[in-house]
């Protein structure tokens, strides 16, 4: 059985970046979210790239790190040199859920991670060995798509060599479960690593 865990909210916590990105740059959340959005209608596919969103642009590897502030600084009037999507990002790790992809795998199961991440996100989690229990990682920004979009799913099947009713996806997205569960891959919405366990018909004690 192959088992497709993500990582934010999952195995790690999210850190949202909200409050400390306000600080460093001296701005509101709102003004950074405005300033990253763009001026276009998503969706809209034949804009140009300094006018579209500029998370969506990073998930989907599009740019990079120094493209996203220099766009950013472009936008705003703030001259950014810093990666401050690294040097602020610090989530903790869930250790109960690591304990149950450890069991998975003790089990004869294949465990990845499957994480919409931006590329400084990607490498601070290398960084700190948050992919490292896991037989292989799919990273939104090296694949070029993000959740919830099925191609996304599709590319870790093919490079699995593995089938949707074989397939276990676990993620803390509504969303992304539901557009997994459309081509037939058992999704699991997480809540609690003990909760995911009992989904999965693991005993609690064998695990935690």
Known sequence: MLYIFDMGGVVTTTAALDEKLSAVLGITAQEFQKFCAGNSVAGCAERNAEDRDLFKLCSDGIIGAKEFWSEFSRRSGIDVKTDWFHWLFHPERNEKTVALIKFLRSQGNRVVCGTNTIESHYLNHLE???YA????????CLMGVSKPDTAFWSIILQAENTRAQDTVFIDDR???CEAAASLGIRAIHFTTAENTAEALGIQAEDVF
């Open 174 to 176: 509504p969303e992304n």
């Open 128 to 130: 700190r060995g948050d």
């Open 133 to 140: 229990f896991f037989d292989q990682t799919y990273s939104s």
